[in-house]
């Protein structure tokens, strides 16, 4: 009877996708074509095309308060700065910068889910996100926005005998051409054959060209950014996805000449640092927490939050990767020689760790193993993908490693993921129903809450699994006491896994964990626009 009715809501899904499609001016019979669906019945949830267009919806709303904002904006040299931020923000809430015109980066990372995932229904299951060309899914969980600019360019400290900065969950974002790793961050989605699809770079310039906000991006960058001679067909090659078997694995399929290729590829960079200037802005990494007022005197925490802290920077070993620059035995204001500590810490050191993750078999892209209609099959490997993290982009010397010195290293950092900041990361929306938004965390988004993520790192190593078949014993409750094998034991990170915390210190490291989340001191901006409901 489960299978049944999953089946059916498998069916309606694509039902209601045909429907919408046709009336966008799609054909049925290009409709019939055009959904790629490999996935067996349950792993789509049974909202996602209605919750698409919600999204969608919210993300229309935002991008027109953005242009009020630019047309309200009085242009000149002491606006310069909100000029680019706004720029930034306009890009970012605009989905003709996809490949289908109906995806735009924030579609992934809503500012009321502190700049991540803002569908409900998808967190809880499939935890990858749709992109342009539905259903293609990525792989893995989006990360969020907040504070990523503070991520430096990349560099491998031989001292440490680690990677920091970068962006990305496997820091391939390095910063070096831009030096600015979360500028190079904002152009790698839009070109994913997974996400937003475009098959060249210049077909985002082109479509910048077209955008309503053409004008403030020439005030900003200057008039040569777009003064560029388009090939007749450029409008039709930006209209079909990346990864398409047409163009045969040609990066670059909209024919420039040297010039022109050159400028684009500049006018693509200017995007990229104004998308950098806005996720740097108040606007979203904002600073403005309960705990930003506690460090400046002007509140105090409940006991159970300070509590909370002090397991955080003591027992629960949090602090060793989620750095707060304090000293657990000082008072908060003062390092260990009495001067002023970091007054705005980023509970990250910009390292990667692998830590036992198991493997989460709800992700869609483990069933993206045959072609879709544009010949392109997202993940041939099917389950036997592992995600190797940092390992896998180290591996990539014909890709996104810059650096064939740091190949060698790869067998090293395999499975490794850049720690997150802790900032945020229960930054939520408040649901009409009463009901709590739900959230994923880590890469692959196998935990659904923040006591999940606090137990998992107590306990991964205190409960058995199965050695044969790596799943929970009979007779354990997986993610309560047992925990399914990593997905990459070689590495896995030993500081974690047995810290022996109390239920109720787990509480209390979540309850401080929740004062990190921004909009306390002064509103969060456009973190009233979800209009969605929760299960």
């Known amino acids: 009877m489960r299978r049944t009715m999953l089946m059916l809501a498998s069916v309606v899904c694509l039902v209601v996708l045909g429907s919408v499609l046709i009336s966008r001016g799609i054909s049925a019979q ?39 904002q630019w047309h309200a904006l009085p242009i000149n040299s002491g606006t310069a700065m909100r000029q680019v931020q706004i720029l930034g923000k306009l890009e970012l809430f605009d989905k003709n910068l996809s490949v289908n015109k109906n995806q735009a980066c924030s579609f992934c990372h809503m500012p009321y889910a502190g700049f991540s995932g803002p569908i409900p229904s998808v967190n809880l299951t499939t935890v990858a996100y749709p992109g342009s060309s539905h259903f293609r899914f990525g792989k893995r969980k989006p990360q969020s926005y907040t504070y990523s600019p503070f991520f430096p360019v990349l ?87 990346a990864g398409a078997a047409v163009f045969g694995g040609n990066p670059n399929p909209v024919s420039l000449s040297p010039v022109d290729r050159g400028r684009s590829n500049a006018t693509f960079d200017q995007y990229a640092l104004s998308v950098a200037a806005y996720e740097g802005s108040p606007d979203v990494s904002a600073f ?35 750095v707060d620059g304090r000293s657990t035995t000082l008072k908060p204001g003062q390092s260990d020689d009495g001067t002023a500590a970091d007054v705005a810490p980023k509970f990250t050191d910009t390292t990667s760790s692998n830590l036992g993750l198991p493997k989460n078999p709800a992700d869609p892209f483990y069933y993206e193993t045959t072609p879709d209609s544009f010949g392109f099959t997202p993940n041939p490997a099917g389950f036997a993908f592992t995600d190797l993290g940092v390992g896998l982009f180290l591996r990539n010397l014909s890709g996104t490693n810059p650096n064939s010195d740091w190949a060698p290293l790869a067998p090293a950092f395999d499975g490794f993921m850049q720690v997150a900041t802790a900032r945020n990361a229960d930054m939520r929306p408040k649901c009409p129903n009463g009901k709590s938004f739900p959230k994923a965390y880590m890469h692959n988004g196998y935990l659904k809450s923040l006591k999940e993520v606090v137990h998992f790192y107590n306990t991964r190593d205190v409960y058995p699994f199965d050695v044969e078949s790596g799943h929970c014993p009979a007779g354990t409750k997986e993610k309560v006491n047992c925990w399914p094998a990593p997905e990459v034991p070689q590495t896995k990170d030993m500081t974690i896994g047995k810290l022996g915390l109390t239920p109720t210190e787990e509480d209390q490291i979540v309850a401080f964990m929740k004062t990190l989340t921004d909009g306390f001191t002064t509103p969060y901006p456009d973190s009233n626009t979800f209009t969605g409901s929760c299960p």
Request: proline share 7%; net charge negative; charged share 20%.
């Open 288 to 322: 403005s927490s309960k705990f930003d007022a506690f460090l400046a005197g002007k509140h105090t925490l409940t006991a159970n939050e300070m509590a909370g802290y002090n397991l955080f920077r003591g027992k629960g070993n949090c602090n060793s990767c989620h």
């Open 155 to 241: 560099q491998y400290n031989k001292a440490q005998a680690n990677f920091y900065g970068g962006n990305f969950w496997d820091a391939r974002a390095t910063g070096f051409l831009l030096q600015s790793a979360d500028a190079e961050q904002a152009q790698d989605p839009l070109r994913d054959p997974l996400e937003m699809g475009m098959p060249d770079s210049a077909c985002i310039v082109r479509r910048l060209s077209l955008s309503a906000y053409r004008k403030l991006f020439e005030t900003v960058w200057g008039p040569q950014a777009f003064a560029i001679t388009w090939p007749a067909n450029v409008d039709q090659i930006c209209s079909t996805p």
């Open 30 to 68: 290009d409709v019939a074509g055009a959904v790629y669906n490999p996935y067996p019945p349950g792993i789509l949830p049974p909202d996602l095309v209605p919750e698409i267009d919600r999204v969608n919806r919210e993300v229309k709303l935002i991008e027109s308060e953005a242009l009020a």
